[in-house]
């Protein structure tokens, strides 16, 4: 239970330092994946 108690802290360490750089990929693919969707329909 102490390591998947100190795995959830380093995972939401990790999120909460790169929260930007996930947000700025998140948009990056749903952008790509839009303009795909719209080149095929």
């Known amino acids: ?8 802290k ?3 360490l990790l999120v ?9 990929t998140a948009t990056v693919i749903g952008s790509l994946y839009a303009g ?3 080149m095929l329909a």
Do not use: C, F, K, P
């Open 16 to 24: 909460e330092l790169n929260w930007d750089r996930i947000l700025t």
């Open 36 to 38: 795909a969707y719209i």
């Open 10 to 12: 380093s995972v939401s």
């Open 1 to 8: 239970m102490q390591t998947i108690a100190q795995g959830y």
